[in-house]
């Protein structure tokens, strides 16, 4: 007899599931041509109340991939000491993403929303990195198991609201959470921006993850790419713009005419608190995004529209 409590990760499917995986319906994944994949991706979604799912072959890919997506290169993101992000994953941190952590030192890997606000690196102070991401990890393996209670998450999903940073959760073992605290899983969907889940643990799956997302970011997307048509229409009006690239999405190219400086263009618009970029031979370029709201949209408009050269 062989009684093996390595890790969780050493169950083996049962007669069942390897029946299913025999007879499933199989197809080329990379052309979404899978059904079973496809059905999956949509099923854990949907328990999630998140809008897509994504499979990969383990939890160390979904993780290292949502902490690419959720941040840029130079970036911080906060989490425990114990966390399996920052021990057990190749230091992908920094090799996959370019990033650093700053990590919280507190029993069985909790932290609370003051840990986190005291982790926020000042956004005004260059030197330092910009604090974009907070992951947890639910529940937390060098802490034993530990589970997560649901007002320390949402408080914390409060504060990183407040402070506009993403939102990770490591949910490798969130089933075992969900079932020791009796947790609908709809309600982690509800607070964070990406969640990872395991198959190949508890639920004794050969290989698997999932990672899981809110495509509420590329919906809002359409904003951005109506405020640039917006900014072409005015910029068409203006009798120094010789020619404005059609706009797609939400990149504005547009040239001013010779018998003007571009140069003079942008230093009047920065003295009025627009920032924009020269691309050489009196063109240049606006782009709309995440954090160019309607307030500012509205703004802009009217400065474009009243501008002089």
Known sequence: MEINLISDTVTKPSGEMIKFMNNCEVGDD??????????????????????????????????????????????QLICSKTAHVYNYEGG????????????IDKERGFFNAKDVLNSINPPDFYHSPKTSLVCVENTTNKGGGACWEM?????????????????????ARIWNASVKKGTDFSLFGELFDTISVCLSKGLGCPVGSLLLC?????NRLEEDHKKAKEI?????????????????????I?????NYSSEIFINKLQKKGVKLIGMGDNKLRLVTHLDYSDNHHEAFLDILSKVTL
């Open 232 to 252: 072409e229409e005015t910029l068409k009006s203006l009798y120094f713009v010789k020619k404005v690239e059609e706009v797609e999405t939400n990149i504005i």
């Open 30 to 75: 990379v052309f979404k041509d899978d059904p079973t994949v496809n059905m999956l991706e949509e099923k854990v979604a949907k328990m999630f109340n998140m809008d897509k799912a994504l499979f990969f072959p383990s939890g160390t890919m979904t993780n290292q991939t949502a902490i690419k997506i959720n941040t840029n290169p130079g970036d």
């Open 214 to 218: 809110s495509e509420n970011n590329i």
């Open 92 to 103: 992908g941190v920094s090799f996959n993403s370019g990033v650093s952590c700053k990590l």
């Open 151 to 171: 007002n320390d998450l949402s408080e914390i999903a409060d504060l990183c609201k407040d402070h506009d940073l993403k939102y990770h959760l490591d949910g």
């Open 254 to 258: 547009f040239e001013i005419n010779c």
